[in-house]
């Protein structure tokens, strides 16, 4: 008879189980969501529905607000760099029309490296001396272009171009105003 109780208990207990197994699968809920763009799964215990569901809804919100900030910042971004991908085309097209005028190149005008005339034909070619120019406006426009070439220099070269006839010097001795007299290579 002891053989049959034991074999009893572990059958009860078995049973227990299996019925505690069963009443947990009543228990858990299985639910398919559809919300927006997303489709959900959800498997919870049927006392934490709601709040499962209030969680995952919230979480889809989130997501799909961040990811719609998200795509607007990259259009946003998009647009900014194709403006600024057709300002440098348009740039580019402007300097090499620049670049080429009369048949002479800047280059043309650098190959004998950068003296201050060559540099002073540069500033011309550029229209720098449309208008009056002071003897400091110059030496500071050459600064300004990177080249620190000394005031005298500067001076002989714009006393050259004016024997040349490109250059105008209108004023008096020591306050003299450069203009351009004609375009650069013009024959």
Same mark, same amino acid.
């Given at each position: +008879?002891?053989?049959?109780?034991? !074999?009893?208990?572990?059958?009860? =207990?078995?049973? #227990?189980? +299996? ?13 398919? &969501? ?29 997501? #799909? ?58 500033? !011309? ?13 110059? =030496? ?15 001076? =002989?070269? &714009?006393?050259? +171009? ?22 650069? !290579?013009?024959?």
């Amino acid at each position: +008879m002891l053989c049959n109780n034991t !074999f009893i208990r572990q059958e009860v =207990h078995t049973i #227990s189980n +299996m019925s505690e197994a069963v009443s947990k699968l009543s228990l858990e809920a299985k639910i398919k &969501l559809k919300y927006k763009e997303w489709e959900v799964e959800i498997t919870c215990v049927e006392d934490k529905v709601k709040n499962v569901v209030e969680n995952v809804l919230t979480g889809i919100d989130i997501a #799909s607000l961040s990811s719609t900030n998200t795509n607007s910042e990259i259009e946003k971004l998009k647009t900014e760099i194709d403006l600024l991908r057709s300002k440098i085309d348009g740039d580019a097209n402007l300097q090499n029309i620049n670049q080429k005028r009369n048949n002479v190149s800047l280059k043309e005008l650098a190959k004998n490296g950068n003296t201050c005339r060559s540099l002073m034909e540069k500033i !011309f070619y550029e229209k720098f001396f449309e208008s009056e120019r002071l003897l400091i406006e110059v =030496h500071q426009q050459l600064s300004r272009i990177g080249y620190n070439y000394d005031k005298t220099a500067v001076s =002989h070269s &714009l006393s050259d +171009m004016v024997r040349e006839g490109i250059l105008t010097r209108v004023g008096t001795l020591r306050n003299y105003r450069y203009i351009q007299k004609k375009p650069l !290579f013009e024959k």
